[in-house]
Nanobody, 127 residues
Framework: QVQLVESGGGLVQAGGSLRLSCAVSGRTFSSYAMGWFRQAPGKEREFVASISWSAGNTYYADSVKGRFTISRDNAKNTVSLQMNSLKPEDTAVYYC????????????????????WGQGTQVTVSS
């Protein structure tokens, strides 16, 4: 079984930065494309960013493009999300997710594309 544990959430002022991490255990991490999603209160879960198993490809939601950067370290079994220029509308619970695949694409933007999920970490951006 695959386990995902997010960390790094917290409270930050608008314009600030946070770095989220997701530690993955249970199977060969490099076999997975990884994604980050978020869900704000009263809203549906939405795609944020994804990265292919080889880190050769990344994909971002338009709302975070240019501000957020997804990366992974296959040696450490971690995926990270660097979030800069944060806005109050970025406030949400952030989840990492894993999809078992060797495809080189990173364009997995639907929740149903992923097999495993973490428990989430809260990010709050104050105005």
């Amino acid at each position: 079984q695959v386990q995902l544990v997010e960390s790094g959430g917290g409270l930050v002022q608008a314009g600030g930065s946070l770095r989220l991490s997701c530690a993955v255990s249970g199977r060969t991490f490099s076999s997975y494309a990884m994604g980050w999603f978020r869900q704000a209160p009263g809203k549906e879960r939405e795609f944020v960013a994804s990265i292919s198993w080889s880190a050769g490809n990344t994909y971002y939601a338009d709302s975070v493009k240019g501000r957020f950067t997804i990366s992974r370290d296959n040696a450490k079994n971690t995926v990270s999300l660097q979030m800069n220029s944060l806005k109050p509308e970025d406030t949400a619970v952030y989840y990492c997710a894993a999809r078992f695949t060797f495809a080189t694409t990173a364009a997995y933007t639907r929740g149903s594309d992923y097999n495993y999920w973490g428990q989430g970490t809260q990010v709050t951006v104050s105005s």
